[in-house]
């Protein structure tokens, strides 16, 4: 007879406290931290740890420059700003994805034009990008989702060809790489974020912006900063308080640079530690009906910020909705001690702020710029749908916890799916 679910009374699986939470937190990060107060000069480390982040990072992604910032949406939004998207232009991003990709968009007065997701990777569908240029398309937004990055070549191919900028959503894809390339060396600039629970953090929030391009990092540095020119260090001396554009405050915080200073010394380190998990899930999960663990292509690495489960309850001759479905597996997989979990709830152009094109006020830009009219019908995008009827994200999958936590998870999800039909009895 198998071992009755914790859900009907049974031993959890997974014991209470098995899990370490993310950040992993060293004394190396404690002591960097720990650097910056005992300085005495925080004015001095403002402009030594935002300069050495901006170094690092360049250099770990291959890239020529780069900005840190106070969030991956302020990344985002300086990249578009940089790269000449001005109001009213069109940006065509993925359908699934955190709202803050289209957010970004909307801060520069321009409008987002989304597309559905590829059914495998969840990252944009390049072959549904094309229809959706029109003549005010200025920037493609893809977002390299969970930490796979997105399908890149065809998309460059695509931007060179109608004369488009390429921005790269990295937020969630540190270290990852597409064809031996690093995401953020990819496009013409990208978008890192730092917040707490991504795998190079500050601990709370931050960002970090790259690009190769002398002249749109300019320009991203003057809007990171109030649209003015500031040599850092000599802010009272040369300072012309003189606004050359429309700029915002979006600088980094210091503490918070340091900390992530310190973590991107074992970025690799750490990303190495997820795909060992990640692989072990998915090697024995890849044998239990019911489940799909993630797919990966050949030519990408991921690095794993959210590992996905598909749930497929028709392999289990289960005549039940996939939802549902999920819905009942994740109750019993809590109970059993494994944390698992959604993050959006609906496609991106499903929400409230699209569907009444709330915008920035009185309907902006929509009714600012009438002569571009996309159209925001939840239907048109299936396959983000399916995707958020059918899968879940497994927590825990990050360091410290190793193998036999791994281990763990497997069992309990084996013990679930090999009892699924109790789920659904009376």
């Avoid at 405050?249 to 991107?264: E, H, I, N, P």
Wanted: glycine share 8%; with cysteine.
């Amino acid at each position: 007879m198998p071992e009755k679910l914790a859900l009907h009374g049974g031993t959890p699986v997974v014991p209470p406290g098995s899990v370490q939470p993310w950040p992993h937190v060293t004394d190396e990060d404690r002591a960097a931290v720990a650097a910056v107060l005992a300085s005495g000069n925080l004015a001095e480390q403002r402009q030594i740890q935002a300069e050495a982040l901006a170094e690092e990072w360049a250099a770990y992604i291959g890239v020529r420059y780069a900005l840190p910032t106070n969030s991956g949406t302020a990344a985002l939004h300086i990249a578009l700003a940089g790269a000449g998207v001005e109001a009213g232009d069109e940006v065509i991003v993925p359908a699934f994805t955190f709202w803050a990709t289209a957010a970004a968009v909307l801060h520069h007065n321009a409008i987002p034009v989304f597309v559905d997701i590829d059914p495998r990777t969840f990252c944009i569908a390049v072959s549904e990008v094309e229809p959706r240029i029109t003549e005010r398309t200025r920037a493609l937004l893809p977002v390299h989702i969970h930490g796979m990055p997105a399908d890149m070549d065809p998309l460059r191919e695509l931007a060179q060809r109608y004369g488009l900028a390429l921005i790269e959503d990295a937020c969630q894809a540190h270290g990852a790489t597409y064809r031996g390339v690093r995401c953020g060396a990819l496009g013409d600039a990208a978008g890192f974020s730092t917040q707490m629970s991504k795998n190079l953090t500050t601990g709370s929030e931050g960002g970090l912006f790259v690009t190769n391009d002398e002249g749109l990092f300019e320009r991203a540095r003057y809007l990171q900063y109030f649209g003015e020119a500031v040599i850092p260090g000599r802010e009272r001396q040369d300072q012309e308080y003189n606004a050359r554009g429309l700029g915002w405050m979006y600088r980094g915080d210091v503490f918070g640079q340091a900390f992530a200073r310190s973590q991107l010394r074992r970025l690799d380190e750490y990303n190495a530690w997820r795909r060992e998990n990640c692989a072990y899930l998915t090697r024995h999960l890849a044998e239990l009906p019911g489940v799909h663990p993630p797919y990966l292509p050949a030519d990408r690495e991921s690095v794993f910020y959210n590992y996905v489960l598909g749930f497929y309850p028709e392999e289990l001759g289960l005549e039940v909705p996939p939802r549902a479905f999920r819905e009942k597996v994740q109750e019993a997989l809590r109970a059993e001690g494994v944390d698992t979990g959604q993050w959006q709830r609906m496609p991106v152009p499903a929400q409230d702020i699209f569907q009444h094109r709330v915008g920035y006020g009185k309907g902006c830009p929509w009714r600012c710029f009438p002569e571009s009219h996309p159209l925001y019908r939840s239907e048109d995008y299936p396959r983000t749908w399916e995707f958020l009827d059918r899968h879940a994200y497994l927590f825990g999958i990050h360091p410290p916890n190793g193998l036999p936590l791994m281990e763990r998870y497997v069992e309990a999800i084996r013990k679930v799916l090999d009892q699924a039909e109790t789920l659904f009895s009376e």
